[in-house]
């Protein structure tokens, strides 16, 4: 079983580049439905490479993408399927549409989502 705080990191991670980056949601809610185009634990390789594939034809999210596969391939590296999956990118989606962006000075590939509540909850840190 994965770490559930490693899931809710990359989702986090993931959204707050999608804000940024000025990621249209509907490309998130695809790349959860590119899930469902391939069989088994594979489908976390084959969607790290559509949204390599979506950030150079649509000339945007290239950073969001680079996370995205990292994020993937670490999943899948530590036995993770597709259940993981959809469950880092739909707290990815939620986060985006929260419109939370990271702390000044603070890229996106250095956020917890601990950090992140810290920091809505005035917390600081």
Known sequence: MTDEKLILDWGARIGVSAQIEGVKASQLENLIVSLENFRG?????????????????????????????????????????????RKMLGFAKWVFEARILPPRGVRPEQLTLESLLRQLAGGGR
């Open 41 to 85: 634990r594979e489908a976390l390789l084959a969607t790290a490479a559509f949204a390599q594939r979506q950030a150079q034809r649509l000339a945007a999210g290239r950073a969001t993408a680079r996370l995205i596969s990292q994020a993937l391939l670490e999943l899948y590296e530590k036995g993770a399927g597709k259940e993981e999956a």
